[in-house]
């Protein structure tokens, strides 16, 4: 879910000097206006909005804080809240082994998901079986069957069986009896049709006894998500909810406001295609990317997860303005490990606001490939010092990279720009540790 209006509308707000109220009444128009694009509920946004203008005009700041400063914490906290608040998912299996059942409408993107979910938890040093339970699709168990062997996990399926019951708990004692710490069970989707779904899910359920049941919902239906997930949550109070697709519809903040409101427990969200876009739901950190705060925490896990060698030092380095060509080559490497750029640059507290119009074009990889070669292609000096890089030594670095000169005064104009942007990004740090913003999980 992507809100590149309410950061536009965000920066705006920072920036300004005029009428306080008429600020607020701008930005809260702006926010009205994105989210109902976002297929959020009317009655819920106008309850959300009338709360942060409340609060915008009758609470005072506490010493040391703007009002401008105060009300994006008020922004903050209460679409925090909107979404589901800061209650923490219980990730960790409460014992071993520990059974997931995943249940999902037709196309919600269950399958990838139940991949998904197991290459997380082999990353979190579980052992993971997966079972293949769908027999309405005829090429369900061929895809789940690539996917383990590209993430390495084991899959269990019985491909011309029909009885989905059997094959499931038969796939349950397959894993268990050689001790495996997570069995997850795929199941075949319902169109539309919740009272068949949750028919099955109960079927199953009383064959394999499953320690948790998983609903995966795709965003694009929106609010519909209201009524799935309020039947999922009353019919089965051990379920929690994965929604799935949120980079690529623009009704994303329905679907997660309309669980939300139901009290069930949203565990992670999809936020793209690859089988590494999963990750646990918080929304204080999902609100802080969407209002470009950024999410340093989220950044450092995900460094962690994926164990390349970008450190919680290297971001600290980016935000006091300690930056150089070795950095930020580092940086270049470990970001194309981590997956698309724009989506880690989005983490970093402030730089959402102000992403370079190359990266949003969708080129961005291909510039990194040409960076890299470029800065290959600079001496030890150049590197520590790319101020000294002038027009002999352009056409030097171009030639030695096998790229245009054009190229490389790109990237200078690149390195500039962040040198300039970490040097502001000090005083977005040091405001966002006032108001405890962004830097909580």
């Known amino acids: ?55 915008a005009l009758e609470e005072e700041p506490p010493p ?24 923490k998912p219980d990730i960790k299996p409460k014992k071993k082994p520990w059974v997931m059942l995943l249940v999902g409408l037709q196309g919600s993107g269950k399958t990838t998901t139940a991949a998904k979910l197991a290459y997380y938890y082999k990353l979190e040093g579980y052992r993971v ?79 394999i006894k499953p320690d948790e049941v998983v609903l995966v919902i795709d965003a694009a239906i929106g609010q519909q998500a209201h009524n799935l997930a309020k039947k999922f949550h009353t019919a089965t109070p051990i379920g929690s909810i994965i929604v799935t697709k949120l980079d690529g519809t623009a009704k994303g903040g329905g679907a997660l406001s309309a669980v939300a409101v139901t009290g069930a427990t949203i565990k992670f969200i999809g936020t793209g295609e690859k089988i590494d876009e999963l990750e646990v739901f918080r929304p204080p950190r999902f609100v802080a990317r969407i209002l470009g705060i950024g ?97 002999r030594r352009t056409r030097r670095i171009a030639y030695g990279a096998g790229v245009k000169t054009e190229d490389v005064r790109e990237l200078l104009k690149q390195y500039e720009m962040m040198k300039k942007l970490s040097k502001q990004l000090r005083k977005r740090k040091d405001l966002l540790k006032k108001l405890q913003l962004g830097f909580k999980p």
Do not use: C
């Not at 090429?139 to 996990?153: C, P, R, T």
């Open 1 to 55: 879910m992507v809100l590149d209006g309410v950061r536009k509308a965000l920066s705006r707000f920072l920036s300004g000097k005029g009428d306080y109220e008429r600020a607020v009444k701008e930005f809260i128009r702006d926010l009205q206006k994105e989210l109902i694009k976002a297929d959020v509920n009317v009655r819920l946004v106008l309850e959300l909005t009338k709360k942060i203008r409340e609060r």
């Open 64 to 87: 040391g804080i703007t009002r401008r400063e105060w009300f994006i914490n008020i922004v903050y906290e209460e679409l925090s809240k909107f979404f589901g608040g800061d209650r």
């Open 129 to 207: 079986g997966l079972v293949t339970a769908d027999t309405y699709r005829p090429a369900a168990y061929d895809q789940l069957k690539q996917l383990g062997e590209q993430i390495g996990v084991p899959v269990y399926g019985e491909p011309n069986n029909k009885d989905a019951v059997e094959i499931a708990r038969r796939g349950v004692e397959y894993f268990v009896s050689r001790g495996f710490d997570i069995v997850i069970v795929d199941t075949a989707g319902r169109h539309h049709r919740e009272e068949d779904l949750l028919k099955e899910m109960r079927e199953i359920a009383e064959n």
């Open 295 to 391: 999410d340093l925490e989220g950044l450092v896990e995900k460094v962690r997860r994926i164990k390349v060698e970008f450190t919680e030092k290297d971001v600290e380095e980016f935000l006091s303005g300690r930056l150089n060509m070795r950095l930020v080559y580092k940086q270049l490497v470990s970001l194309r490990k981590m997956g698309p750029l724009r989506k880690i640059l989005q983490m970093i507290p402030g730089l959402s606001l102000k992403i370079p119009l190359e990266i949003e074009a969708g080129k961005a990889e291909e510039k990194i490939k040409k960076w890299l070669a470029i800065i290959n292609s600079m001496t030890y000096e150049e590197l520590d010092k790319p101020e000294i890089i002038d027009r």
